[in-house]
């Protein structure tokens, strides 16, 4: 009896064994490529935004926070911030011209940009919080309000390079002569 203990033993885990195997070669109803789960992942230079949300998952963020009020101290706040996490590569003008920019890192479009120019605000928050492209996301480093902070300096700094000197009061205006 104590013999055949081990034999009968080694048996059964080759019978487990043989069904495990037989299990992972059963028939499958049908195999989805990446390209047939989702059509928009046959592309891969695809960069729609915003990413249609797909079925029964839930967004990083809340989106249903409203974003702070626009006041001189968020934009005073947004300057700060920008200054620290996104001059390096955006430049202190926002036009991609970077410290480390100029050291070889690919070169971030300007904002200064039609496109960029015309984009939500949002856009910049979202960014900041999913990354895009080569660009990392910032989700970790800075805080969702920091980043409508953000956001709200680029589209200062946006007006800034883009208005008509028609455009300014005239108190403004005058120091420019
Ligand atoms: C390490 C360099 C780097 C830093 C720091 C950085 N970015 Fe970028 N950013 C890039 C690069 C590179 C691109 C272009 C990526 C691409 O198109 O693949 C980019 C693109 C963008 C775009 C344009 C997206 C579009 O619609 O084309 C926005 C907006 C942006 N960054 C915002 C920010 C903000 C806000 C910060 C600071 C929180 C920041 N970035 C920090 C490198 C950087």
Redesign the pocket.
Known sequence: MSRLLPIALLLGAAALLGACDNMAKQPSDKTWTPAEANPANADPGNRAWPPEPEPNTVAREDRSQPPPPLTPALLARGKER?EI??T???GYLGDGDGM?VRRG??H??SFHSEV?RN?PTR??YD??TNG????YS?ADR?APDDRWA?AAY?RALQTSQNTAAAELPDDVRGKLR
């Open positions: 920008y996490y996104c390096p590569c955006h480390i890192f690919p971030p479009p960029l984009a856009h910049f960014v900041a895009w492209g080569a660009m910032y800075v953000i680029i």
